[in-house]
T-cell receptor
Framework: GQSLEQPSEVTAVEGAIVQINCTYQ??????LSWYQQHDGGAPTFLSY????GLEETGRFSSFLSRSDSYGYLLLQELQMKDSASYFC???????????????FGTGTRLLVSP | DTGVSQDPRHKITKRGQNVTFRCDPI?????LYWYRQTLGQGPEFLTY????????KSRLLSDRFSAERPKGSFSTLEIQRTEQGDSAMYLC????????????FGSGTRLTVV
């Protein structure tokens, strides 16, 4: 089976930097993804790490360490609109089919205050 | 293309009734997924189509649930004899084979069983 652990809630102020951690356990690993979801909205893809290291996309960066089964999402220059839930997700291959499904963590609710 | 569309956005039904949801994926995406999300949780995988073939189903998908994707375009998810435990957000997502990036999710259908 698979399991992913994230903090349930993180709070920060505008302009700050926040890091959301994710640890995972999975029988097969084919990359770590991050999604953002505003209340009532669709999950939106943010980033994907297949290899160790840091991927940067604007104000958001994502890091992966496969040896530690660990990753994080770094949000810089926080804005009020960044208040949302953030999910890490692993691609897990289903045996005998080759199909890779996304398995999501329970999510981290980020609250950005003025 | 305006992304993944789901209809209806909201559905309230009485316990025991049947409901059907529709998903229109991004036109060039050959893969389609259904997920279920309850409050405070991450999306949980239900089923997956590659073109018109349903290739994977979760154990969460009981016999009361059926999904189709005729002609490999839109998909429907039907729940028969609804139960209160079926109340959730039902999300549809699509992707393209060989694209290592993320899924594109629709805004979901929120089902409330009373």
């Amino acid at each position: 089976g698979q399991s992913l652990e994230q903090p349930s809630e993180v709070t920060a102020v505008e302009g700050a930097i926040v890091q959301i951690n994710c640890t995972y356990q999975t029988s097969g690993f084919y990359g770590l993804s991050w999604y953002q979801q505003h209340d009532g909205g669709a999950p939106t893809f943010l980033s994907y790490n297949a290899l160790d290291g840091l991927e940067e996309t604007g104000r958001f960066s994502s890091f992966l360490s496969r040896s530690d089964s660990y990753g994080y999402l770094l949000l810089q220059e926080l804005q009020m609109k960044d208040s949302a839930s953030y999910f890490c997700a692993v691609r897990d291959r289903v045996m005998n089919t080759g199909f890779q499904k996304l398995v999501f963590g329970t999510g981290t609710r980020l609250l950005v205050s003025p | 293309d305006t992304g993944v569309s789901q209809d209806p956005r909201h559905k309230i039904t009485k316990r025991g009734q049947n409901v059907t949801f529709r998903c229109d994926p991004i036109s060039e995406h050959n893969r389609l997924y259904w997920y279920r999300q309850t409050l405070g949780q991450g999306p949980e995988f239900l089923t997956y189509f590659q073109n018109e073939a349903q290739l994977e189903k979760s154990r969460l998908l009981s016999d009361r649930f059926s999904a189709e994707r005729p002609k490999g375009s839109f998909s429907t998810l039907e729940i028969q004899r609804t139960e209160q435990g079926d109340s959730a957000m039902y999300l549809c997502a699509s992707s393209k084979t060989g694209d290592p990036m993320g899924y594109t999710f629709g805004s979901g259908t929120r089902l409330t069983v009373v």
